[in-house]
């Protein structure tokens, strides 16, 4: 079946650095999209991507999808202690269902 | 804002025992899913729902599980004889046709 891996695992940063989280996906996507998990709290939608090598940008947020619609990347810029949370990048093939990744967990020293 | 709303926040549940998991999806969305969450672990896709019926569901959703709209607002899970394993945190969550998903905070299930 279809399965999305993310890396990498954890990330720890000084706060001010940059972060990037990857997410690759078996299979070809129709769209892909981003959520943020912070600790206790549930997935709050970020973005969505629809089409070959799109890039968004929210503030010190940048998407990206691949050429192919098998990958993604979100990069985070001069990081800050309300990044802190788990990145979930989610994709979905032709069906209405998210193969949510394993997540990256995003820790920020002040 | 509108939300998805969730019942109970926690459930404690014998093993054995059945349990109702209830959801208030956002009042116009036609898509509703259930997700679940071991605790430290990736959002697991159970099932979706649309048009009264399931749309899909993945492996984990076998004969223990099943899902209803009762009504007009609310969307549940019922889990019959709950193991052990059952123990995590589940989402529901709807959306508008391939739109963003949006999820409730979520009940916390934990198997005695």
């Known amino acids: 079946g279809q399965q999305v891996m993310q890396i990498p695992q954890y990330q720890h940063v000084q706060e001010g650095e940059d972060f990037t989280t990857y997410c690759n996906s078996s299979?070809?996507?129709?769209?892909i999209q981003w959520y943020k998990q912070r600790p206790g709290g549930h997935p709050v939608f970020l973005i969505q991507?629809?089409?070959?090598?799109e890039v968004k940008k929210q503030k010190r947020l940048t998407f990206q999808f691949g050429e192919a619609k098998k990958n993604s990347s979100l990069h985070i810029t001069a990081t800050q202690t309300t990044d802190v949370g788990t990145y979930f990048c989610?994709?979905?093939?032709?069906?209405?269902?998210?193969?949510f990744g394993s997540g990256t967990r995003l820790l920020v020293r002040p | 804002e509108p939300e998805v709303t969730q019942t109970p926040s926690h459930q404690v549940t014998q093993m054995g025992q059945e349990v109702i998991l209830r959801c208030v999806p956002i009042?116009?969305?036609?898509?509703f899913y259930w997700y679940r969450q071991i605790l430290g672990q990736k959002v697991e896709f159970l099932v979706s729902?649309?048009?009264?019926?399931?749309?899909?569901k993945s492996e984990i959703f076998d004969d223990q599980f099943s899902v209803e709209r009762p009504d007009g607002s609310n969307f549940t899970l019922k889990i019959r004889s709950t193991k052990l394993e059952d123990s995590a945190m589940y989402f529901c969550?709807?959306?508008?046709?391939?739109?963003?998903?949006?999820f409730g905070d979520g009940t916390r299930l934990s198997i005695l």
């Open positions: 969550a709807s959306s508008d046709p391939l739109g963003p998903q949006h």
């Open positions: 299979t070809t996507l129709s769209n």
């Open positions: 991507l629809v089409k070959s090598g």
């Open positions: 989610a994709g979905r093939d032709s069906s209405y269902k998210l193969i």
């Open positions: 009042s116009n969305h036609l898509y």
């Open positions: 729902f649309y048009n009264n019926e399931i749309s899909e």
